[in-house]
């Protein structure tokens, strides 16, 4: 496993780690502490970007945009290749820092640096998807079109997951001719200062992809730089909505991407086995700490036979790194959050059919909670309808699927829905009325696989309305340019014949 002596981060800006400026500012040359879940031990300090180290960074993206965007798709997709080829060769490597700095397990830790990794094939790719297109629009007049980058573009990425999330963006950005400033998340910074090693040693010019740590502040001043023509985030939807708006008063491109309240609707005729599994899967896998969990099961009808199956599969869930265990919540914040509904739950009369609030008890160290499956009878309870960002499974039996579907819609979120069912006119049903960006047919986690891009409805995603990967990437991370032209025949052509 990786491990350092408590390292102090640096920011990585025209291919080399910088200081931050120590002076200049109230929080100039501050850090703050670093902590693995598992265990809560510091593990580094991160330094807290000014806004003057912000446009250190960003200066060095604009030099390197010229150069960069003159290259040729095909030139700039080359590097990624060898890119791809470092990733899967320290693969291993990442995993071990994703699981020290974020609480994976390895299994789920080697699956989300190979998730990310399928956008960076889908990067590959773009010189064969992105041609413009060329028509004769009428006798002597054509018309064609071409994609131009935007210039400098930031990045603001969440601790959920350190390496797949910033591959959302990064690769597509980058192989479009943008150059980047990407602000790790402060909780979770170690990897990414070894992907952006590994992008120098793939060949990447310097200054195209630059990295700085920090907070707030820093995300504030990437968005407030004029030289900064787009943004992207993924994070709350409370903050997603914050950046937004602070975006658009700059009349700047923003695309930002937040939080989810996702449903899974068991119909009688689901598979039970099939269903049990996935939904346990769906509920606790990476400990609840991910925007596609679907974490509310709305039964139709009173299925306890399924509710036993789930039951059971969490109760024989354990704590630990290894494959099938769960992993801890990454940090006290979130301990307090997830316990906090939980009680709440309780104290209205749902029952607590398994309780994961003795594995805080139960470890001295680290941020512990266990899979937890609540039994609800009071459609308002909190646990319902808010993200709680945890290992804890609301159920909820309904009448019909008319009910079922209504309380779905009624969810401001849009991320993603999940029907179980093995009717083909029932899955269709539902899906077509899910009010949700990604659905699943017996799938939890219905994240598409590239080239299906990735991204929600309504409270789940501010800004631009489209997807963060696939062709929505391409078209957040390009303008363009449509040309018409005639051309007036020689008066002399006859060197033709």
């Known amino acids: 496993m990786f491990t350092q002596d408590q390292p102090r981060l640096r920011n990585w800006i025209n291919g080399q780690f910088v200081d931050v400026v120590a002076s200049g500012s109230e929080q100039a040359g501050k850090t703050i502490p670093v902590t693995s879940p598992y265990n809560a031990r510091v593990i580094g300090h991160v330094p807290l ?6 446009a250190i960074a960003v200066a060095a993206a604009q030099a390197a945009f010229p150069a960069w965007s003159s290259r040729t798709i095909k030139d700039r997709a080359a590097i990624l290749i060898k890119f791809h080829s470092l990733l899967t060769k320290h693969v291993d490597q990442l995993a071990d820092m ?14 989300s640096v190979l998730k990310g990794q399928e956008t960076v094939e889908y990067a590959l790719s773009l010189p064969q998807v992105v041609q413009g297109k060329m028509l004769e629009v009428s006798r002597g007049i054509s018309c064609y079109d071409t994609r131009v980058p935007l210039g400098v573009v930031a990045s603001v990425v969440p601790f959920n997951f350190p390496v797949m999330v910033p591959m959302w963006t990064l690769p597509i950005a980058i192989a479009m001719g943008n150059t980047m400033v990407l602000k790790p998340s402060e909780k979770v910074p170690f990897t990414m200062t070894k992907i952006v090693e590994l992008l120098k040693e793939a060949g990447l010019p310097d200054g195209v992809v630059n990295l700085v740590h920090g907070t707030a502040d820093a995300v504030n001043a990437l968005i407030d730089h004029e030289d900064v023509k787009a943004v992207t985030f993924v994070g709350t939807s409370h903050i997603a909505e914050m950046v937004s708006q602070r975006c658009h008063k700059l009349n700047k491109r923003v695309l930002a991407l937040g939080g989810a309240k996702n ?9 039970l086995e099939m269903t049990s599994t996935d939904v346990v899967n769906s509920y606790s896998g990476c400990s609840g700490q991910r925007c596609m969990a679907a974490t509310v099961l709305l039964t139709i009808g009173q299925q306890q036979e399924l509710v036993d199956k789930i039951v059971a599969k969490s109760e024989a869930l354990r704590p630990g790194s290894n494959a099938g265990e769960v992993g801890p919540v990454i940090d006290q914040a979130s301990v307090d959050k997830i316990t906090r509904y939980i009680n709440e739950a309780e104290a209205s009369g749902a029952r607590i059919l398994v309780d994961g609030r003795p594995w805080t008890k139960n470890h001295s160290e680290g941020f512990w909670v266990g899979p937890t499956v609540i039994l609800h009878s009071n459609k308002q309870d909190a646990a319902l309808h808010d993200e709680i960002f945890g290992p804890v499974l609301s159920i909820l039996a309904v009448d019909t699927a008319e009910e079922a579907l209504a309380i779905e819609n009624a969810n401001p979120y849009g991320n993603a829905a999940c029907i179980y069912t093995s009717s083909g006119a029932t899955a269709d049903h539902f899906v077509k009325r899910f009010s949700a960006g990604m659905c699943g047919v017996n799938i939890g986690v219905a994240v598409p696989r590239e080239p299906f891009s990735f991204g929600g409805w309504n409270k789940s ?6 997807d963060i990967t696939g062709d929505g990437g391409v078209e957040f991370f390009s303008m363009r340019r449509k040309v018409t032209t005639k051309w007036v025949p020689q008066e002399n052509a006859s060197w033709m014949s």
């Open 49 to 54: 970007s000014t806004t003057t180290d912000v």
């Open 98 to 111: 994703v699981v020290l700095e974020h609480g994976k397990n390895k299994a789920e830790a080697i699956a």
């Open 263 to 271: 449903h899974m609707i068991s119909a009688p005729d689901c598979n």
């Open 461 to 466: 995603r501010f800004g631009n309305h489209c």
